[in-house]
């Protein structure tokens, strides 16, 4: 049994477009030896069409705030991104035949590249869609600032996966409640997955689903040209709702075996080269009319075409940008101001103006922070995964307000209980620009939201990470409510460089009000990374101030570690911490001090900032043969390193009880006598 699709032909320019992205998929996954073909080949056509006749990009300015978004959530049909972006010059043809190969920007799963035309990072299913929430949430908010020449659309491309991981439910709501109307995602719904097809998984009723949500949904053949034109064309007319278009599409679209037969639909060639799926490569060259001698050639009318389509993209971004030059000649000021949030350097912030409440948590010192922010910083959105009265970053929502259907005008996103949802969609607004995308929940719940930290880490995008409730004097919630584990888990992130050299995450336990203060200085101004602030519930005592000043003290937060309580004598032993336990440590200090035993305090708030210091920075303040005696209410290995290894560091090694905190205190050994005592039992340790 033969069957030949393409002997002819095809009328098309868009099915041989389709067809040369199918031959360039199968052929880069078949030389690296590893890839994804099939979902390349089943979702060729939609992305043919939508590069060709739908996404706005300007050919000669990638980086053009007002161009159309494309996030791909399945990272692993990066063949199919990377053969489209071929075609429209953004890759080489040796790039592409170097995929997946060391020093190709061509990844095994695409990595932001926006001078490439690659939106977002992709590969943990899900978190790709998420993003573009993000991104057309940005896209309304400065439509609703500026005027809707801003206007772009924002398009994602979903599959199976992404469908089915549990963010998905969060994008689907939000979009929806918000009425993301220039939001358009393509489901290539193929029915299979890695491992087998999609009933094995799921009976949902998908367009219910999202219509139950407030999208609008239609399904089309999602490999027919004109059924996906039309279905794009609908969507970008839409006016009220985000549109999902569910492609019903056929993986490994028109493979042949060697005998010619039929090898479309196999869950074989979801992940691995054609040929070791069983396909054969020649005849299913053949069958697409290219040659199996050039399987990286791009066919000369497809060449043609796109230097077309190119040149059209030109005159719509130059029309685009010299509507944009009318306004700004026309709205000097709004000018201005648009391009000030658009700066990379963040607006300017005079901190010393935030006065951070006396004694108290230093959440509420976040607090004062970001209600001084709300009125201050004009694009910055917070979100908080429905804790904003405990997390404090009701300050803010206080001075501005909740955005909800079709209304943009405040800047607080209500993210609801989903920690993973809101930290994807902090991507994307970052990824979008334009925007300060700071978030909270408790830090407990961080375990939610570690892999959008860790997507953003590798991106080395800006996004604040507040996390309160910081350690096991949350008490009567109990070990379900303790971090024990959470900051050695973000230290460990701080820990991995990223691809600039730079620790992938900032992370700051600041030890007071002041230290607060500065940690958010630290924070906001910190654009190569993201940044957590690891905060306390209760309150903590202020430092005494070493010189006159305690926030002049604090700035040297900015070094990760430093004195923050002066040795009386010759040093006996350095005590070291962050946040809540460097206050308690000041105390045992003093104690020490009666008793003829010098001890230096230093405030630890980031580890990863420290260890980038000077050495004779940092061996002025813990010595190279000084006796370090770290507590921590956390897991103690998140001190190690800093106490080295004459050193002994007090933390927890168990979860936590349910008991009102002051009790957990005292049975812990959280108090001066208990600490006092390890203190000196340390000292007489050989
Ligand atoms: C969060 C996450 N879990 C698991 C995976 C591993 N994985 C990669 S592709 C895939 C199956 C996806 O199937 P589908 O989305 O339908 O892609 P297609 O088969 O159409 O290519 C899985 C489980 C992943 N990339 N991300």
């Given at each position: 049994?033969f069957f030949?699709?393409r002997?002819e032909?095809?009328?098309?320019i868009l099915?041989?477009?389709?067809d040369?992205?199918?031959?360039l998929s199968?052929?880069?996954?078949?030389?690296?030896?590893s890839?994804?073909?099939?979902?390349?080949m089943?979702?060729?056509?939609f992305?043919?069409?939508l590069?060709?006749?739908f996404l706005?990009?300007?050919p000669?300015d990638?980086n053009?705030i007002?161009?159309?978004?494309?996030?791909l959530?399945?990272g692993?049909m990066?063949?199919m991104l990377y053969?489209?972006?071929?075609?429209v010059d953004k890759?080489?043809?040796d790039?592409?035949k170097?995929?997946r190969?060391?020093?190709s920007?061509t990844h095994g799963?695409p990595?932001?590249n926006v001078a490439r035309?690659?939106e977002?990072?992709?590969?943990?299913l899900?978190?790709?869609?998420?993003m573009g929430?993000?991104?057309a949430?940005?896209e309304?908010f400065y439509a609703?600032?500026?005027?809707?020449?801003t206007?772009?659309?924002?398009?994602?491309?979903?599959?199976?996966g992404s469908m089915q991981?549990?963010i998905?439910?969060?994008?689907?709501?939000?979009?929806g409640l918000?009425?993301?109307?220039?939001?358009?995602?393509?489901f290539?719904?193929?029915?299979?997955?890695?491992?087998?097809t999609?009933?094995?998984?799921t009976?949902?009723d998908?367009?219910k689903?999202?219509e139950s949500?407030?999208?609008?949904?239609?399904?089309?053949?999602?490999?027919?040209?004109?059924e996906?034109?039309a279905?794009?064309?609908?969507?970008?007319?839409?006016?009220e709702k985000p549109?999902?278009?569910i492609?019903?599409t056929?993986?490994?679209?028109?493979?042949l075996?060697?005998?010619?037969?039929?090898?479309?639909r196999?869950?074989?060639t979801?992940?691995?080269?054609l040929?070791?799926a069983?396909?054969?490569v020649?005849?299913t060259?053949?069958n697409?009319?290219?040659?199996?001698?050039?399987?990286?050639?791009?066919?000369?009318?497809?060449k043609?075409?796109?230097a077309?389509?190119?040149?059209?993209k030109?005159?719509i971004?130059?029309?685009?940008?010299?509507?944009?030059?009318?306004w700004a000649?026309?709205n000097?000021?709004l000018?201005?101001?648009?391009f000030e949030?658009?700066?990379?350097?963040?607006?300017?912030?005079d901190?010393?103006?935030?006065i951070?409440p006396?004694?108290s948590?230093?959440r509420?010192a976040?607090?004062?922070?970001?209600?001084?922010f709300?009125q201050?910083?004009?694009?910055?959105i917070?979100?908080?995964?429905?804790?904003?009265n405990s997390?404090?970053?009701?300050k803010?929502?206080?001075?501005?307000k909740?955005?909800?259907?079709?209304d943009?005008?405040?800047g607080?996103l209500?993210?609801g209980v989903?920690?993973?949802t809101?930290a994807a969609?902090?991507n994307?607004?970052?990824?979008?620009?334009g925007?300060?995308?700071?978030c909270?929940?408790?830090?407990?719940?961080?375990d939610?939201?570690?892999p959008a930290i860790?997507?953003a880490?590798l991106m080395?995008?800006?996004?604040k990470y507040v996390f309160?409730?910081?350690?096991?004097?949350?008490?009567?919630?109990?070990?379900t409510?303790q971090p024990?584990?959470h900051?050695m888990?973000?230290?460990?992130?701080e820990?991995?460089?990223?691809?600039s050299?730079?620790?992938s995450l900032?992370v700051?336990?600041?030890a007071?009000g002041a230290?607060?203060?500065?940690?958010?200085?630290?924070?906001?101004?910190?654009?190569?990374s993201p940044?957590?602030?690891?905060?306390?519930r209760q309150n903590?005592?202020?430092l005494?101030?070493?010189n006159?000043?305690r926030?002049e003290?604090a700035?040297q937060a900015?070094k990760g570690?430093?004195?923050?309580?002066k040795?009386?004598?010759?040093?006996d032993v350095?005590?070291?911490?962050n946040?809540?336990?460097?206050?308690?440590?000041?105390?045992?200090a003093?104690?020490?001090?009666s008793?003829?035993?010098s001890?230096?305090?230093?405030?630890?708030?980031?580890e990863?900032?420290f260890?980038?210091q000077?050495?004779e920075y940092r061996?002025?303040?813990?010595?190279k043969n000084a006796k370090v005696?770290?507590l921590t209410?956390?897991l103690?290995?998140?001190?190690?390193m800093l106490?080295?290894v004459?050193?002994?560091?007090?933390g927890?090694?168990?979860?936590?009880?349910?008991a009102?905190?002051?009790?957990l205190?005292?049975?812990?050994?959280?108090?001066?006598?208990a600490?006092?005592?390890n203190v000196k039992?340390?000292l007489?340790e050989k």
């Amino acid at each position: 049994m033969f069957f030949v699709r393409r002997t002819e032909m095809s009328e098309q320019i868009l099915d041989k477009v389709a067809d040369n992205v199918r031959i360039l998929s199968l052929s880069m996954v078949e030389k690296a030896k590893s890839g994804h073909p099939g979902g390349a080949m089943g979702g060729a056509d939609f992305i043919s069409v939508l590069y060709s006749e739908f996404l706005n990009f300007d050919p000669d300015d990638s980086n053009w705030i007002f161009r159309d978004r494309f996030f791909l959530d399945p990272g692993h049909m990066s063949p199919m991104l990377y053969s489209i972006l071929h075609l429209v010059d953004k890759f080489t043809t040796d790039e592409i035949k170097n995929f997946r190969q060391w020093g190709s920007p061509t990844h095994g799963h695409p990595e932001l590249n926006v001078a490439r035309g690659i939106e977002n990072t992709s590969g943990p299913l899900g978190q790709g869609a998420a993003m573009g929430v993000g991104a057309a949430i940005a896209e309304r908010f400065y439509a609703q600032r500026f005027g809707e020449w801003t206007a772009h659309k924002t398009y994602i491309f979903a599959s199976d996966g992404s469908m089915q991981e549990e963010i998905a439910y969060g994008v689907g709501r939000i979009a929806g409640l918000l009425g993301l109307n220039n939001l358009i995602m393509f489901f290539d719904s193929n029915d299979i997955q890695l491992s087998h097809t999609t009933d094995k998984t799921t009976s949902e009723d998908t367009p219910k689903k999202y219509e139950s949500w407030g999208w609008r949904v239609e399904t089309i053949d999602g490999n027919n040209v004109e059924e996906i034109r039309a279905a794009l064309k609908r969507a970008n007319e839409e006016k009220e709702k985000p549109t999902l278009i569910i492609g019903k599409t056929i993986m490994g679209k028109c493979a042949l075996t060697a005998d010619g037969c039929n090898f479309e639909r196999k869950v074989s060639t979801h992940g691995q080269p054609l040929s070791a799926a069983g396909g054969d490569v020649v005849k299913t060259i053949v069958n697409l009319c290219g040659n199996p001698e050039e399987p990286f050639a791009v066919f000369p009318e497809v060449k043609d075409y796109f230097a077309k389509v190119l040149d059209e993209k030109r005159k719509i971004a130059k029309a685009k940008k010299e509507n944009q030059m009318k306004w700004a000649k026309e709205n000097p000021e709004l000018a201005e101001k648009l391009f000030e949030m658009f700066d990379e350097n963040p607006q300017k912030v005079d901190f010393s103006k935030i006065i951070p409440p006396a004694n108290s948590a230093t959440r509420n010192a976040s607090g004062a922070v970001l209600a001084y922010f709300a009125q201050n910083i004009n694009n910055m959105i917070v979100s908080s995964a429905d804790l904003s009265n405990s997390d404090q970053t009701g300050k803010f929502l206080e001075k501005s307000k909740e955005f909800s259907y079709h209304d943009f005008s405040g800047g607080f996103l209500q993210a609801g209980v989903a920690e993973l949802t809101m930290a994807a969609i902090m991507n994307g607004l970052a990824l979008h620009g334009g925007i300060v995308p700071v978030c909270a929940t408790f830090f407990v719940f961080s375990d939610y939201m570690k892999p959008a930290i860790r997507i953003a880490a590798l991106m080395e995008i800006p996004v604040k990470y507040v996390f309160t409730h910081d350690s096991f004097r949350v008490g009567e919630d109990g070990p379900t409510h303790q971090p024990i584990e959470h900051e050695m888990q973000l230290r460990l992130l701080e820990k991995i460089r990223n691809h600039s050299g730079t620790p992938s995450l900032l992370v700051l336990r600041p030890a007071d009000g002041a230290e607060t203060i500065e940690a958010w200085k630290l924070a906001y101004e910190n654009t190569k990374s993201p940044t957590a602030l690891i905060l306390t519930r209760q309150n903590v005592n202020d430092l005494q101030a070493q010189n006159s000043d305690r926030r002049e003290d604090a700035k040297q937060a900015e070094k990760g570690a430093y004195i923050v309580k002066k040795e009386s004598g010759n040093l006996d032993v350095i005590l070291l911490a962050n946040g809540s336990e460097v206050g308690l440590l000041c105390e045992v200090a003093e104690k020490l001090k009666s008793e003829n035993i010098s001890a230096r305090v230093v405030s630890a708030p980031s580890e990863g900032l420290f260890n980038l210091q000077t050495k004779e920075y940092r061996e002025s303040i813990i010595p190279k043969n000084a006796k370090v005696f770290g507590l921590t209410a956390g897991l103690p290995d998140a001190l190690f390193m800093l106490a080295g290894v004459n050193g002994k560091v007090i933390g927890r090694t168990q979860f936590g009880n349910s008991a009102p905190a002051s009790v957990l205190d005292e049975k812990y050994g959280y108090n001066v006598s208990a600490v006092l005592e390890n203190v000196k039992t340390f000292l007489t340790e050989k």
